[in-house]
């Protein structure tokens, strides 16, 4: 901008941007040159000069307030050329030379020439106006060098249909004011006398304030100042023309006229792009806050859904085993409840999240807009990853609870079978030790010796045939240490004090015989019999024992075979009864033999075997033990025989459930993949087809509920395989999410389809042409290399039907682009290359006018002014090409 300070202290000049006109070379054009011949005979008429003088005072005024200042004498005030040069820069937008600062007449006329040189430059011929002429006050060179630049800048550039300038701007008021009784605008001055050509163009533009019915045709000074009143007051066109100078007028001045007029369209003009600059943000801004909107929304399920898969996976993989079983089966029911209750609404979680970030997508390429990338770590893949992770740990916490279930099961079982077998060894070595230390042979007679000595030998046979039991209780304590058997401490305690004992128990035996064997020359034989008795009684007390033991022991099975194996080998041992039977019956006949021949031969007995304990009261309640346990172990064999065949029902249920379930769900999958591809009629009768075909899928439900039912029964009765199907329900839960999964994508790519088609205007008929297209174009021509580096970049050779349909409409549709909106933004600034905050909230919506205040960034060009905003910025990132 010029400095005009030193030469006018009134007032400071900002800059400013361009005015009505725009700057530029070349030739005015035929109508130019027409008025280049300045008639300075017409100023002599009085009125017209009259008439001039205000309207031109009144156009150049209109200008110079943008720089905040005016003139008052249009033949005075440009006389030193600064006001004439401030003049030109505002309507041009331009930079003119410094102008010179002195006061005497060369500088004016520097100055002055300074303008005029500017003028010309602009292909403007000026005939018969000079700077003297200017600088000396000459009225009729200044009205007409003024009459000059408002041709140039205000008149020239405009263009309706294919007429320009004067014509143009009479075309432009004719269109304007055709439907309008009582007028008909022909020229520039009688056609405007009355007023209503005026009024018309006002109330067609504006109708809400002029009443135009109420205008009477033989009241031209009413009318004509209700117009200029109306047109200053709401539209900032000062008042150019006084009514009673135009209606006192033969023939109203053609300039002052055409000036006031060029005012009118500039105005209406400037309006009408305002309007549709307006209109444009609207339109973009709403689509940029769905948008928005919708990216919030995904960053808010993505972050929730992966929360829960946070929380949840660390749960899946503690594989910390509980004590009992019990607990581990109350951990096993909370994994229950989490697959039926607390995973399918995630699953439907996942599957909507992938339906609106596809949707978003689809929204965002229609829009012209970059695609979204969603937060760090919350793509569609993270998601994906870690659902992956999810079931990873999902199906491995299954199986270790399975496994630990199973080994807790083993544990008590051996743990039992520990007590049972050490309760027994100890009942058999209570008092042994005090009887080896008892020294009573060496006060006893020679028979008692023998009897001890054969005693003792029973005992060493009893003691041997005992050291299975103790290996057998050893290696049950070192499998319960292997199995890390929670109550491993007093096993092992317990193990350890019987292995002592049993130790100590060896070593007085062998001395007790050394003692017995030093005295047994002394000693007379022992009755054979007694002896054969004790031998004989021994073993047979020792196979009771381990009968009654193993009648008593706990079973474990998991199948109808396994139950049977154990019934055929009772069945055996029952078989092996009646020779047991026939070895108790010789065992009690040589005791009943010994006591004959001791009585038939007057012998005195101490009544008791010296060489053994097991007296046959004792075999035969052993004996009565035995035959009352073996029905009871008919009994809970046939029970879990009956168990078994129970539990074999149920796999054979879920197995013909299964068989029907699992085919039905993979023929589904194959039957969507041929739905997918053949496809027909409209995509509104092809998404009713799918939404019914999978109305269809979702009615197929009960069955699955029917087959989880059963699962439920085969796992409360711990059943762990099923060879009559080679389906799980882990297999059918995936194949069914699948068959969810696969069918709602179906579906959604659809929706997308019809989404694009109703965004891009699409018929139906081109949507078939474009699906024509996609399944039948050639490879190997230009044009088929040219579509697919659009739509394949990466060269996969793949292409999808929807990516086809993206393309085609780019090459068949118009979108908005950020260059349109900068141009309209543009528009609204008055062609600054800012706009205030101000400016937006006069020509946009409240909501969407702070929504670009709160985005714009504050602009740092050298003309910028305390609250100046960018728009440049702002519009290339609403399609990706910079950060906001």
């Not at 946070?310 to 409840?337: A, G, N, Y």
């Not at 009352?628 to 172990?633: D, M, Y």
């Not at 960018?870 to 990706?880: C, E, Q």
């Amino acid at each position: 901008m010029v400095d005009y300070h030193a030469a006018n202290q009134s007032y400071q000049y900002g800059p400013s941007s361009a005015g009505n006109g725009a700057g530029g070379g070349g030739s005015m054009g035929d109508y130019m040159a027409q008025e280049d011949d300045w008639d300075r005979d017409l100023l002599l008429d009085p009125a017209w000069e009259k008439q001039q003088r205000k309207t031109f005072t009144a156009w150049c005024n209109s200008h110079l307030r943008k720089a905040g200042t005016q003139i008052e004498n249009i033949d005075e005030d440009f006389r030193d050329g600064l006001k004439l040069m401030l003049l030109l820069e505002v309507i041009s937008g331009e930079r003119l030379p410094k102008p010179e600062r002195g006061k005497m007449r060369v500088h004016k006329i520097n100055n002055v020439n300074k303008a005029l040189d500017f003028i010309a430059s602009k292909g403007v011929k000026l005939v018969s106006i000079g700077a003297e002429e200017i600088v000396d006050g000459n009225a009729k060179m200044t009205l007409g060098m003024i009459w000059t630049i408002i041709l140039r800048f205000a008149i020239q550039d405009i263009s309706v249909e294919e007429t320009s300038a004067k014509e143009g701007l009479l075309l432009w008021c004719q269109r304007k004011t055709a439907p309008y009784k009582n007028v008909n605008v022909q020229n520039f001055h009688i056609s405007w006398k009355d007023g209503l050509a005026f009024n018309a163009l006002i109330h067609r533009h504006r109708p809400e304030l002029i009443e135009y019915d109420k205008l009477r045709k033989d009241d031209p000074v009413t009318n004509l100042n209700n117009a200029f009143e109306v047109a200053e007051k709401y539209l900032d066109i000062p008042k150019m023309l006084d009514a009673e100078d135009i209606v006192n007028t033969a023939r109203p001045d053609e300039k002052a006229i055409m000036t006031y007029v060029s005012s009118f369209y500039h105005a209406f003009s400037g309006a009408q792009k305002a309007e549709t600059a307006a209109n444009r943000i609207c339109k973009v801004l709403a689509v940029n806050q769905e948008n928005e909107h919708l990216m919030e929304d995904y960053e808010r399920l993505a972050s929730d859904l992966l929360e829960w898969i946070r929380r949840t996976i660390p749960w899946l993989e503690d594989r910390v085993p509980q004590k009992t079983i019990q607990e581990m089966q109350q951990k096993l029911e909370d994994f229950r409840d989490y697959r039926r209750v607390h995973k399918p609404p995630k699953v439907q979680e996942k599957c909507q999240l992938e339906i609106n970030f596809n949707t978003l997508q689809t929204k965002l390429r229609l829009s012209n807009r970059p695609a979204f990338m969603p937060s760090e770590g919350k793509m569609v893949s993270d998601i994906n990853n870690g659902w992956q992770h999810l079931e990873q740990a999902e199906k491995g916490y299954e199986e270790w609870l399975l496994n630990e279930i199973r080994r807790l099961e083993r544990l008590d079982h051996l743990a039992e079978k520990f007590r049972q077998k050490a309760s027994i060894h100890e009942a058999w070595t209570d008092g042994k030790e005090a009887m080896l230390k008892h020294r009573d042979y060496e006060t006893a007679t020679l028979s008692d010796i023998k009897a001890l000595i054969r005693k003792h030998e029973a005992f060493e046979s009893d003691l041997a045939a005992h050291q299975d039991r103790v290996e057998q209780i050893a290696a049950i304590a070192q499998e319960l240490n292997e199995l890390d058997y929670y109550d491993s401490h007093n096993v092992n305690t317990r193990c350890q004090k019987i292995c002592d004992q049993w130790d100590a128990l060896g070593s007085l035996t062998h001395s007790r015989r050394e003692a017995l064997e030093k005295t047994e020359k002394q000693l007379e034989t022992i009755d054979q019999l007694h002896l054969e008795y004790a031998k004989r009684a021994a073993p047979f007390n020792n196979w009771m024992e381990s009968a009654m033991e193993d009648l008593q022991d706990m079973f474990i099975v998991h199948t109808i075979e396994e139950i049977e194996g154990l019934i055929s080998a009772h069945d055996q041992f029952k078989s092996t009864l009646p020779d047991a039977d026939r070895e108790r019956e010789a065992i009690l006949a040589i005791h009943k033999e010994a006591q004959r021949i001791a009585e038939s031969n007057h012998i005195k007995l101490s009544g008791s075997n010296p060489y053994t304990t097991v007296t046959p009261q004792i075999i035969n309640s052993k004996w009565e033990k035995v035959q009352q346990l073996v029905p009871k172990r008919d009994h809970a064999l046939l029970e879990e025989q009956s168990k078994q065949q129970s539990n074999e029902h149920l796999r054979r249920q879920f197995s013909s459930q299964a068989n029907v379930v699992g085919p039905w769900i993979q023929n589904k999958m194959e039957e969507i993949g041929r739905i997918s591809i053949e496809m027909n009629g409209t995509l509104e009768d092809q998404l009713s087809h799918l939404k019914q075909y999978e109305r269809s899928i979702v009615d197929y439900k009960p069955n699955l509920d029917l087959l989880e039912q059963q699962h439920q029964l085969i796992q409360e009765a711990l059943i762990f395989d099923n060879k009559h199907t080679n389906y799980t329900m882990e297999h059918i839960r995936v194949g069914w999410e699948q068959l969810l999964t696969t069918i709602a994508r179906t579906i959604n790519e659809v929706e997308n389809q019809i989404l694009t088609r109703d965004a891009k205007g699409i018929s139906q008929e081109q949507m078939q042409e474009f699906r024509a297209s996609f399944n039948h174009f050639d490879k190997g021509d230009a044009e088929f290399n040219r579509i697919m580096s659009v739509v394949d970049p990466n060269h996969s050779g793949l292409v999808t039907f929807q990516a086809f349909i993206d393309f085609m409409s780019r090459e068949t549709t118009d979108t908005d682009t950020a260059d349109q909106v900068i141009a309209s933004f543009k528009v609204l600034a008055g062609d600054k290359n800012f706009i205030t905050a101000e400016e937006l909230r006069r020509e946009l919506p409240p909501d969407q006018a702070e929504y670009c205040i709160a985005r714009m960034a504050p602009y740092q060009g050298p003309d910028a002014v305390p609250g100046a905003l960018d728009y440049k910025s702002f519009s290339t990132a609403l399609y990706g090409e910079s950060d906001l």
